[in-house]
């Protein structure tokens, strides 16, 4: 089918002209070279100043940007410009590599070259022909002359380099008017979709063609929940009644990650989510915070839980295997250092501590020793002492800092280390 396609047409290489930049550069002594059209023009330095403030217009009625680069007297620049067309029911977006070159003393000349095509079915299965092309970490090249072959998206990573998609039309440069299928058409193409941000126009015809909630979202104007559906690849929201109720509702959601986070909390909160007082809030982000704040209270509570059933599951092992210890009592008069008595007191000195003494199962531990430093009732520090070599392992305060009492506390263990040895034997 690529071979039936028509050449690009004089209108389009037109177009394709305009997505460069309208630039040139000039000399201190007046000379203004223009990279839209190739044209050489010298001005008066006082008035050439003021171009530069206000901008200069060439004779091709281009107001270019100028830089000063007086020792260049070349460049050549390439975009990629595509075109959507259709061809047999399919919708085909064919990209050209384009080339303005410029040479000193002669006329810009424009270069096009078909490169590769995306071609998607009534379906929406893509199927990419490309020429053949070479690239490494620091070059790129086509070979115009060869011939197209089918190709696949090669989005991939090597070591240090990350080598993007070479058929991904996203940042391309379109050519503004375009031909869409009727089934496109039928199932809500738009111009505003094809403005949305970062979003391959590729993968948007294929979403609409495959997915029904696809089809419904955009005909009720919710477009950033289809943009939503595009990059996160989703074909289905688990949320499409919400998405009925705010038509119904004339709501508009404008930030569909945002909106279905705050559905999931509500949902797991107990919320009724199909109430419109709830799921179309005037202030959404506002809105999520408040669903998330709730989330967070029950989920601690819920942690919370888990914690004391583990603790009542281990509390009667970690008594028969440690009671022995619980009579010592280490003391210099200020400092106040004792055995962490059950599993409950590991619940609360990792949370009044805020380190891992009770996620990282210490109770568990046949041949360590926990210990609670405190002055006058406030905890300082936790204390792990090895029951095999009787040296302290680890003090650590809150957060896993140190407190100004660190060095005495250590060495406060250290002196009373025979306590523990007489209590383990």
């Not at 490169?115 to 070059?139: A, H, L, T």
């Amino acid at each position: 089918m690529s071979s039936h396609l028509k050449p690009i047409s004089d209108k389009e290489k037109g177009y394709a002209k305009s997505i460069f930049p309208s630039s040139g550069y000039y000399k201190q002594n007046g000379e203004v070279w223009c990279h839209c059209c190739g044209n050489i023009e010298y001005q008066i330095p006082g008035i050439l100043e003021v171009d530069l403030e206000l901008g200069y217009q060439c004779r091709c009625l281009n107001h270019l940007i100028l830089e000063h680069n007086p020792r260049k007297d070349n460049l050549t620049e390439s975009k990629y410009y595509s075109i959507i067309q259709t061809f047999n029911k399919w919708q085909v977006i064919r990209t050209f590599d384009v080339h303005r070159i410029n040479r000193k003393g002669f006329q810009t000349e424009y270069t096009y070259n078909e490169v590769y095509q995306n071609w998607v079915s009534p379906d929406g299965e893509e199927i990419i022909i490309s020429k053949r092309y070479s690239r490494g970490c620091n070059f790129f090249n086509w070979y115009y002359n060869t011939e197209f072959k089918v190709r696949k998206h090669n989005q991939s990573c090597a070591g240090y380099y990350v080598f993007e998609d070479v058929f991904d039309v996203t940042g391309n440069n379109f050519y503004p008017q375009y031909k869409i299928t009727r089934k496109l058409h039928k199932y809500g193409w738009c111009k505003a979709i094809e403005k949305l941000p970062y979003v391959s126009v590729v993968e948007c015809m294929k979403m609409l063609l495959t997915s029904r909630h696809a089809e419904t979202v955009v005909k009720q104007g919710q477009y950033d929940v289809f943009l939503w559906m595009v990059r996160s690849k989703k074909p289905e929201i688990e949320y499409m009644p919400q998405m009925n109720i705010c038509h119904r509702n004339h709501y508009v959601i404008t930030d569909a990650s945002i909106y279905f986070d705050m559905l999931s909390f509500m949902e797991q909160t107990g919320k009724d989510i199909h109430n419109p007082k709830f799921i179309c809030p005037d202030d959404l982000y506002k809105a999520h915070e408040i669903a998330l704040a709730a989330y967070t209270k029950i989920r601690k509570k819920m942690e919370e839980e888990t914690k004391h059933k583990l603790a009542e599951q281990f509390n009667k092992e970690y008594v028969k295997d440690k009671g022995k210890f619980f009579g010592v009592i280490i003391t210099d008069g200020e400092l106040s250092i004792k055995v962490l008595k059950s599993v409950f007191e590991f619940i609360d000195e990792g949370k009044s501590m805020h380190h891992c003494v009770f996620e990282n199962e210490y109770y568990k531990k046949k041949d360590s020793l926990i210990l609670s430093a405190r002055v006058n009732g406030e905890r300082m520090e936790t204390v792990e002492v090895s029951l095999k070599t009787f040296q302290v392992i680890q003090s650590r305060a809150v957060c896993n800092h140190t407190s100004a009492y660190h060095n005495r506390i250590i060495e406060l263990v250290n002196r009373n280390m025979g306590l523990i040895r007489r209590a383990a034997s």
